[in-house]
């Protein structure tokens, strides 16, 4: 099967919500859906089938600049890409790498990152003339020259490297390259990031029709371009219109957005892109970040939130977030979901404060299976409200019960 | 169902051999059997339906020692028992302790473990007269006094303390109180050690015999008693003698080894004990020990080794232990497990190589599949070819392959 998207319903209360089945060569995946993150070809502490079953989960997204320094694209190459490396059997994606050659490399000068508050960028601010000097990545008009996190050694993308390296990862669905920029650089430098973007969307664009299909899994893959723009209207609207004339298959919304603008950017966005094409938000994951998301148009999301918080013993509740490392936590013998169809009903809270405290694997395992199922369920509930009209009165009420 | 052994089949090849079952009040477990550990009520970084499906394994053992300081007994009591704590549906065992306080406790003067080389030995009899004034453990002829690992604090375990503990950890098998001691004690030693266990061991039955049925689980617990006597065969035959004219369950053969009497020192005590019951060789599980100790008699057996060697990345292979860490590995595209019917069949070793590499803790749980699948089928072929009256055969050629 090719690629495709077929929206199965608009919904009534959002002009842009939608709910749709994007067909890959490896399976559907209904939206809107959430897409569990595996970087180095695995989502930390599961198995596959702990994924598929437990978490519900359709997808997995993992990380080019990753697997491109470790095992390397080679590798993942003779494994015939990396969804038959870490044996999953259903749609992939991969980013394009731009998000870690910034964020790993410029960024710690820049403080790029995905989402922040605006208290949390002033206090960037605060440091950024003490840290801005340690560059790891150099940008110019081709490409990004940057340092690896693993062992400083120097290394190069630009957007056909980038093409290059995702066509041996063999994902169904890859990113254009993009310049992510931080949310602190002034619109000057924003409009030449979107332009570099703009000209890199369509050098990815020629290479990978050059390429053809995946040298890795024989299969035709679909090229999503990146929006960029930062928190700003014009920039953000720019280069939704360049971008939407483009022949992409689907986009990503890339950059760093204010807590606060988040919905609003998402917006200017997706009333310009072309509707019957699907739409990725990039590495965002709150449960408040993905309903506003939906309510303005967003069929996917990825984000390393949900397992990287769940081992630090953090879990998402209807009630909020709660950390099991609490002591009061150690006698709490109700289920870690109210939900009997969870996997995660089979343990007690205490049990995993338990597990958390002696430092065992499982503990990890068991949170990460829960927070992923959290908000792979928050994305399947939203789809029910719309196709049922329900949306608004669900993400209300949902967002009143989370944040009381 | 209450506890009972059936012997289904002796071994035409050596008469201590032999295959059967063990009825418990949670199911069956068809001997000689491997047990994984789950020391702390987890199998470390498997998930209960792992050790299920992918392992094959049909009980799991907990230690509680470790169970007793965290999360506390009284804890997994509210929970009906360590079983149901971590959602395990299959029959259990826990230890008595004895072998924690010792080895974490007076061990760390004395040099306890589980087996050494004559070597090892050697190193540890050079060292012990610098470290021997570290006692944490205190022992009297009523029990023993020592501090916990976790916070330092002082506790105090009797024979009728640890049936107390046992009793509501709510294994279906437990173990009577002992002393182990290390094989470097003097025979001197030694005899008053034993002295001490047999006299714990009536004192244990006593109290069990007092407690009734598990107050965490309402059933019945079989009680295995403890044979000790270190490397001696007069202390190891005596023990043996006098436990097996009490009215236990079933035996556990406890204490310290050298490598290269191990076997004998397990037959010196089959011979005697009663041959109705099933026998527990606590604590080994290397794949010669496994062997020698079926040749021997033995029924079950428990070892932390198959999972703690997988977490550093070594693998048993029917060619020897292979580190996946190494970098031969980086490139070897063949599977981690030849069988085809092996979980870790999906799986290659360059894959492995990464994810240790990449300190991914899929690597653990892999590895730890692939280990303890390992030994539970080693355990199962060796049922099987006692069976079919092949075991001899099998035996050599599995070591010859292994050792070469």
Redesign the interface.
């Known amino acids: 099967m090719l690629f495709s998207f077929e929206i199965e319903k608009k919904s009534e209360e959002f002009p842009l919500a939608r709910v749709g089945i994007i067909h890959t060569p490896h399976g559907d995946i209904h939206t809107p859906a959430f897409i569990p993150v595996g970087t ?3 989502v ?4 596959v089938e ?1 994924v598929k079953k437990y978490v519900g989960g359709e997808a997995v997204l993992a990380n080019t600049y990753h697997l491109y320094l ?2 390397g694209d080679e ?1 993942v190459k ?2 015939g890409g990396f969804a038959k ?3 999953w059997q259903g749609p992939t994606f991969t980013d394009s790498g731009g998000f870690q050659v910034f964020s790993l490399g410029q960024a710690l000068g820049h403080g790029v990152s995905k989402i922040a508050t605006s208290e949390e960028i002033s206090q960037r601010e605060a440091k950024e003339e003490t840290t801005n000097h340690e560059k790891l990545a150099v940008i110019d008009d081709d490409g990004v020259t940057f340092k690896s996190v693993i062992d400083g050694s120097t290394h190069r993308f630009t957007p056909e490297i980038s093409m290059q390296i995702q066509h041996k990862l063999g994902a169904d669905i890859f990113f254009a390259f993009d310049e992510c920029t931080s949310p602190l650089a002034p619109i000057e430098y924003q409009q030449e990031a979107i332009a570099r973007t703009h000209s890199w969307a369509k050098r990815s664009l020629d290479e990978h029709k050059r390429l053809g299909v995946s040298e890795s899994t024989g299969k035709q893959q679909a090229l999503f371009g990146v929006v960029q723009g930062g928190a700003y209207e014009t920039l953000r609207k720019e280069s939704a219109t360049v971008l939407g004339k483009l022949d992409f298959d689907g986009y990503g919304i890339g950059g760093s957005f204010t807590k606060e603008d988040m919905g609003t950017a998402v917006k200017w966005v997706n009333e310009i892109l072309p509707e019957n094409k699907p739409r990725h938000l990039l590495g965002i994951g709150e449960p408040l970040d993905i309903l506003l998301g939906i309510e303005n148009g967003i069929d996917t999301f990825d984000c390393v939130a949900p397992t990287r918080i769940a081992r630090n013993g953090a879990i998402y509740t209807k009630d909020g977030r709660i950390n099991l490392y609490n002591a009061i936590f ?2 709490d ?1 109700s289920p870690l979901s109210d939900d009997e169809s969870w996997y995660t009903h ?3 809270k ?2 995993m ?3 958390f ?2 430092d ?3 503990a ?3 949170a990460s299976i829960h927070n992923l199922k959290f908000l792979v369920t928050l994305c399947n509930d939203a789809r029910e409200h719309i196709i049922k009209g329900t949306f608004k009165e669900f993400k209300e009420s949902f967002i009143k019960q989370y944040y009381a």
């Open positions: 180095k070809a695995t930390k502490a599961l198995t702990e470790q095992p590798i003779k494994h490396m870490m044996n150690k006698n013998m089979g343990y007690t205490s049990y404060h338990h597990l405290k002696a065992e694997m499982l990890s395992t068991l």
